[in-house]
């Protein structure tokens, strides 16, 4: 074989080889595009952390009517609810807890003693009897950076009903890495994950083994968090 040919042949062959490396890429990230991959961190907090002590500044627990009132609010993001859904979701056992500064509400955060509901991976699961789940807490903009979380926490723990080794539960995204400072500072401990995995009419979730024993549900991907 001359030089010739065999450098027509090598390539050829490189031609080959690289097209079906450029298919099986494109492929990938074809399929990658119509996947929908979502992971949800679950934590636990079983002891209080210090709010700092600064006057002016409480959490307490929030009444139906001053819920109804934000919900009339676009910026505190309440899901659209109206007064008779937060009385339902009182009714239900469900409580809000409000940051209190000078006088004002600046932000808040609900409690469900039922199960753990994620909308993001389109799931909920089981609550041990000594769990309830912390979620959807939200500080208005103009008093963020202040740290309300530790308040709202330390709330929950030293208000709710007392009973053994009470836990709270609470969640977060995988993307969301500004919270992971705000783990550090609450003490919240890794529980487990759950993840979402949707493509072409097929979905999956799955539960990390330290999660395995729990009971797995499928909430729609709109659900709001009035009906949890």
């Given at each position: 074989m001359t030089l010739r040919k065999a450098a027509q042949r090598l390539a050829a062959t490189y031609r080959r080889h690289g097209a079906g490396r450029t298919v099986g890429l494109a492929a990938l990230l074809a399929a990658r595009r119509a996947m929908v991959v979502e992971r949800v961190h679950v934590l636990q907090l079983r002891e209080p952390p210090t709010p700092p002590r600064i006057p002016g500044r409480l959490a307490r627990f929030g009444e139906v009517e001053e819920i109804a009132r934000l919900a009339t609010d676009p910026i505190w993001d309440l899901d659209?609810?109206?007064?008779?859904?937060?009385?339902?979701?009182?009714?239900?056992?469900?409580?809000?807890?409000?940051?209190?500064?000078?006088?004002?509400?600046?932000?808040?955060?609900?409690?469900?003693?039922?199960?753990?509901?994620?909308?993001?991976?389109?799931?909920?699961?089981?609550?041990?009897?000594n769990e309830v789940h912390i979620h959807k807490g939200f500080t208005h903009p103009r008093f963020r950076?202040?740290?309300?979380?530790?308040?709202?926490?330390?709330?929950?723990?030293?208000?709710?009903?007392?009973?053994?080794?009470?836990?709270?539960?609470?969640?977060f995204a995988f993307d969301n890495f500004s919270t992971f400072v705000r783990v550090?500072?609450?003490?919240?401990?890794?529980?487990?994950?759950?993840?979402?995995?949707?493509?072409?009419?097929?979905?999956?979730?799955?539960?990390?083994?330290?999660?395995?024993?729990?009971?797995?549900?499928?909430?729609?991907?709109?659900?709001?968090?009035?009906?949890?």
């Open positions: 659209d609810l109206t007064a008779d859904d937060v009385e339902h979701l009182f009714a239900a056992g469900h409580r809000c807890v409000l940051n209190i500064i000078d006088d004002q509400i600046a932000g808040y955060a609900w409690m469900n003693p039922h199960r753990v509901v994620i909308p993001r991976v389109r799931a909920a699961f089981s609550l041990l009897p950076g202040h740290n309300l979380g530790i308040d709202r926490f330390a709330f929950w723990l030293r208000e709710l009903p007392p009973r053994p080794d009470l836990t709270l539960l609470t969640d550090g500072r609450l003490g919240l401990e890794p529980l487990g994950t759950i993840t979402y995995l949707a493509a072409r009419g097929w979905e999956h979730r799955m539960l990390s083994p330290s999660l395995a024993s729990r009971r797995l549900e499928v909430v729609p991907p709109d659900l709001p968090h009035r009906v949890h």
